[in-house]
């Protein structure tokens, strides 16, 4: 249906009906995965606005339920990223950075990286690894890069635009418009700190139907840390334990066409 999504802590800086202009079809920050190495690469997804069907969200979702259909771990998801690999370099060899896909790995699966990918995709772009530069995205020209029909017209994307993100931004995390300077958004505001969430340890009940403990059942027991998402690979390699609930591979592959009226 489209619409605007953020972050519960996201705060807004400017009134959304001045910023979103009337042919703006989507507006996302830069994330700073690989800043260090000036490849931002992924797009930070606690703040989307997005026109109905737009392309970017249909290939996010269309890569990301046939990762999970395949049960794809880390190495099926840097496999497919050297497919869709077209150029090569002088030599012959590919040019994929790969290093950059295992900055932060389950983030290539859903996340800032996955959508950085997709996005990548439907420009058409050879790296889907590519850097994001703030500001308006150009409209691809050829064909597809991630349909599946050959020599496919490349979806028109509109004005999107890419906020630049800054962590020291008057002391927060700010999400900007460049070309208009604008401060979007802002979160990790001065003063909140996000604690990690914590659960009363429970007890483990013989009987299923006393399962549904009252508050009281937990009253002076000692709170568990619930492990953040980013610990939960351990030692293993991604996707193989601890990510999907079975290792049931589906032959099925979703495809979403867009159809434009």
Same mark, same amino acid.
């Given at each position: 249906?489209? /619409? %605007?999504?953020?972050? %519960? ?10 910023? *979103?202009?009337?042919? @703006? ?22 703040? +989307?606005?997005?026109?109905? /069907?737009?392309?970017? =969200? ?8 046939? @990762? +999970? ?6 190495? #099926? ?33 859903? /996340? ?6 997709? +996005? ?31 020599? =496919? ?8 635009? *890419?906020? =630049?993100? #800054?962590?020291?931004?008057?002391? @927060?995390?700010?999400?900007?418009? *460049? ?32 399962? *549904? ?12 840390? +619930? ?11 991604? /996707? ?15 495809? =979403? ?5």
């Amino acid at each position: 249906d489209g /619409g %605007v999504y953020a972050d %519960v802590d996201v705060l807004l800086d400017t009134n959304l009906d001045t910023f *979103i202009t009337p042919t @703006m079809s989507f507006f996302v920050p830069r994330d700073l995965v690989v800043e260090y190495a000036d490849e931002n690469f992924c797009l930070w997804n606690g703040l +989307i606005g997005s026109a109905p /069907g737009h392309p970017f =969200m249909v290939r996010a979702v269309e890569r990301l339920v046939n @990762m +999970i259909l395949q049960r794809a771990d880390v190495y #099926d998801i840097e496999r497919d990223l050297c497919r869709r690999r077209r150029s090569q370099s002088a030599t012959g060899d590919t040019i994929l950075q790969v290093w950059k896909s295992r900055a932060v790995p389950e983030l290539t699966l859903s /996340g800032p990286c996955a959508l950085g990918i997709s +996005i990548n995709e439907v420009l058409g772009n050879d790296d889907a690894l590519a850097k994001f530069y703030p500001g308006w995205l150009s409209q691809p020209k050829g064909t597809s890069n991630f349909a599946t029909e050959e020599n =496919m017209p490349r979806p028109y994307i509109g004005d999107a635009l *890419i906020l =630049m993100a #800054d962590k020291t931004d008057h002391g @927060m995390f700010g999400f900007t418009d *460049i070309d208009r300077n604008i401060l979007v958004a802002s979160t990790d505001l001065p003063g909140i700190h996000k604690k990690p969430q914590t659960t009363a340890e429970a007890t483990p009940a013989a009987d299923p139907r006393k399962d *549904i403990q009252s508050s009281a059942s937990t009253k002076g027991k000692k709170p568990v840390e +619930i492990e953040h998402y980013h610990d939960t690979t351990g030692d293993n390699v991604w /996707g193989s334990e601890g990510v999907y609930r079975d290792n049931l591979v589906t032959n099925e592959r979703i495809v =979403m066409k867009l159809i434009y009226k």
